[in-house]
């Protein structure tokens, strides 16, 4: 699997089937304020040229408040092809991360909290994801109670991602996350805060389906653009300072 191109936009009428490939927009982190407004209204008028399905890879709003999602989808609603979301960790500065997922979802937005969905032949599972480390050096539950229920909030959080992954039937499959699954995505940002970028318990979720073709993630600013897992599932890091490093393309085009 490997980022689109030569991106052709298919004839009126065709459907995306088992022997189509469907191509999927991915970005994250837009940090839509309460001061923005229209600011991404081309990025999603012009979505449709290029794919078939638009995945928004969380902190899209700045601090989860009403009036921020409010004028993040004045520009969303210009979008003319199906859209999957995830929240991340700026939608839950509020404390109404349900709230903002309710007026996305009722926008149109297929928001990943535990569900799956299958668009054109293809599943598309996942959710927030959350924090811990990577490998060795990933947090255990060991020690003070706060820290064993810090460690509890992230083993819950992956197995609700997992339980999404698993209600899929399809033969390809794209999870959406916010946070990291892999530190090769992360490196870039100071090593100090890896642990607080993603959890490899997120790549051990992801590797234990194969019908798993595609990741993509957001929340690391800093990071790479690509990764693997171990069993070796690309992760795209799909923050949009990210893909600005890499072209004028706010967002990033894959085939699955």
């Not at 088992?18 to 008028?45: M, N, Q």
């Not at 092809?81 to 996305?104: D, F, K, S, T, Y």
């Not at 899929?168 to 890896?194: K, M, N, Q």
């Amino acid at each position: 699997m490997t980022p689109s191109s030569d991106i052709q936009t298919p004839q009126p009428g065709m459907e995306a089937g088992p022997e189509r490939k469907l191509r999927i927009a991915a970005v994250g982190d837009l940090h839509v304020g309460e001061t923005s407004h229209r600011v991404y209204r081309d990025l999603f008028d012009r979505v449709h040229e290029d794919a078939d399905v638009l995945c928004l890879c969380g902190d899209l709003v700045n601090f989860g408040k009403t009036v921020e999602v409010e004028n993040l989808l004045e520009d969303l609603r210009a979008c003319r092809i199906p859209m999957v979301g995830v929240l991340g960790n700026h939608e839950h500065e509020c404390g109404q991360p349900e709230e903002v997922a309710r007026l996305m979802s009722e926008a149109g937005v297929r928001m990943l909290t535990g569900e799956s969905y299958e668009i054109g032949g293809v599943g598309f599972a996942g959710g927030k994801g959350f924090v811990g480390g990577f490998g060795r050096y990933m947090l255990s539950s060991f020690g003070e109670a706060s820290v064993k229920q810090f460690v509890q909030e992230a083993v819950e959080d992956a197995n609700l991602i997992e339980n999404s992954i698993r209600t899929l039937r399809t033969e390809r499959s794209v999870v959406l996350l916010h946070y990291s699954p892999v530190v090769d995505t992360v490196v870039g940002e100071p090593p100090e805060i890896h642990a607080f970028l993603g959890s490899s318990r997120l790549g051990e979720v992801v590797d234990r389906y194969e019908n798993v073709k595609l990741v993509v993630h957001g929340h690391a600013h800093r990071g790479a653009p690509e990764g693997r897992t171990a069993r070796g599932v690309p992760v795209y890091n799909v923050a949009l300072p990210v893909l600005q490093t890499l072209g004028d393309l706010p967002y990033r085009v894959f085939e699955v």
